[in-house]
């Protein structure tokens, strides 16, 4: 197989035209073509279809582009798999998760597990959730941590914990002495929105639309932690919940409770391997114990 053919399929898929591709790999568009047609000799498929100086996927190209990932990933892996084999060491314990979880919930726990074993070597990986699928197919990874649903069909996710969206604004401010906060309350507020991307702003927006409700976007934040803190500095409100807002940001912001209900769902999946990694179920075991003291804690 032509690893190079393989690397520029992959990345006119990831980056979705030829010409991109080629920049990001500093091809020719001509050389680039090439490769490809290379590559669909070599199995006789058709990987797409030429439209208009387009290349567009095929359904076999489509179904070829997880597997083809996870080639690549496998061979870039191999130098550290080589050194770690040099080392004679174990490996680490590879988690994943989306940024939001990283603070209250997933540092807790590796600081935990490691407190209670100090031999265990832990590897965190934070990918924005529109990316979280990708990595999922490269397979690299023995836990993941994700709210849900997964944006992947695959891997099958397990259930950890539920818990409420809260409203999140300045300490000092008036409406910080409600135990209860509504759209109506906050409408002259201004609202420190996570992107539209994030599954926390697309399941709210959910609930507000059966509510019939709305609320104006001041300021959009690709991360839970950069809106948390725009709100810690006097600027407006946003969203958080109990398991996973940073421990920093508890201080400074007042956490309320927010109608209509909003319920998050966590879940986590682990990679299909016959040999798990020796530390995994202790970590999972721990992020239970993280996720009920979480929950259980007094925000207000």
Same mark, same amino acid.
């Given at each position: 197989?032509?690893?190079?053919?393989? *690397?520029?399929?992959?990345?006119?898929?990831?980056?979705?035209?030829?010409?991109?591709?080629?920049?990001?790999?500093?091809?020719?568009?001509?050389?680039?073509?090439?490769?490809?047609?290379?590559?669909?000799?070599?199995?006789?498929?058709?990987?797409?279809?030429?439209?208009?100086?387009?290349?567009?996927?095929?359904?076999?190209?489509?179904?070829?582009?997880?597997?083809?990932?996870?080639?690549?990933?496998?061979? +870039? +892996?191999?130098?550290?798999?080589?050194?770690?084999?040099?080392?004679?060491?174990?490996?680490?314990?590879?988690?994943?998760?989306?940024?939001?979880?990283?603070?209250?919930?997933?540092?807790?726990?590796?600081?935990?597990?490691?407190?209670?074993?100090?031999?265990?070597?832990?590897?965190?990986?934070?990918?924005?959730?529109?990316?979280?699928?990708?990595?999922?197919?490269?397979?690299?990874?023995?836990?993941?941590?994700?709210?849900?649903?997964?944006?992947?069909?695959?891997?099958?996710?397990?259930?950890?914990?539920?818990?409420?969206?809260?409203?999140?604004?300045?300490?000092?401010?008036?409406?910080?002495?409600?135990?209860?906060?509504?759209?109506?309350?906050?409408?002259?507020?201004?609202?420190?929105?996570?992107?539209?991307?994030?599954?926390?702003?697309?399941?709210?927006?959910?609930?507000?639309?059966?509510?019939?409700?709305?609320?104006?976007?001041?300021?959009?934040?690709?991360?839970?932690?950069?809106?948390?803190?725009?709100?810690?500095?006097?600027?407006?409100?946003?969203?958080?919940?109990?398991?996973?807002?940073?421990?920093?940001?508890?201080?400074?912001?007042?956490?309320?409770?927010?109608?209509?209900?909003?319920?998050?769902?966590?879940?986590?999946?682990?990679?299909?391997?016959?040999?798990?990694?020796?530390?995994? +179920?202790?970590?999972?075991?721990?992020?239970?114990?993280?996720?009920?003291? *979480?929950?259980?804690?007094?925000?207000?």
């Amino acid at each position: 197989m032509n690893l190079k053919s393989l *690397r520029v399929f992959v990345n006119i898929m990831e980056e979705g035209t030829l010409a991109q591709a080629c920049r990001k790999l500093n091809l020719s568009q001509p050389a680039a073509s090439r490769l490809i047609q290379i590559l669909e000799a070599e199995f006789d498929i058709q990987l797409f279809n030429r439209e208009k100086k387009r290349l567009i996927p095929t359904q076999e190209g489509e179904a070829f582009y997880p597997e083809a990932l996870r080639i690549l990933a496998s061979i +870039d +892996d191999l130098p550290g798999m080589f050194e770690q084999i040099a080392k004679d060491a174990a490996p680490p314990l590879r988690v994943i998760c989306h940024p939001r979880l990283v603070e209250g919930l997933i540092v807790p726990a590796m600081a935990e597990l490691v407190r209670r074993d100090p031999s265990v070597k832990v590897k965190l990986e934070v990918h924005p959730r529109r990316y979280l699928g990708r990595r999922i197919l490269h397979g690299l990874f023995d836990v993941g941590i994700a709210t849900l649903p997964l944006p992947d069909r695959n891997p099958t996710p397990r259930f950890l914990a539920r818990t409420d969206m809260l409203v999140a604004l300045p300490a000092a401010h008036p409406l910080a002495a409600r135990e209860v906060l509504t759209p109506a309350d906050v409408a002259g507020l201004s609202y420190v929105a996570l992107e539209d991307t994030t599954n926390m702003r697309s399941l709210l927006d959910r609930e507000l639309a059966k509510a019939d409700q709305h609320l104006e976007v001041t300021h959009e934040m690709s991360t839970s932690l950069a809106a948390c803190r725009l709100v810690k500095a006097g600027i407006g409100f946003t969203f958080t919940d109990a398991i996973t807002v940073s421990p920093d940001d508890e201080r400074g912001i007042a956490i309320r409770q927010w109608r209509p209900r909003v319920q998050i769902e966590l879940g986590y999946f682990v990679s299909e391997t016959n040999r798990p990694h020796r530390a995994r +179920d202790a970590f999972l075991g721990i992020l239970n114990e993280v996720c009920e003291s *979480r929950s259980g804690a007094d925000l207000t």
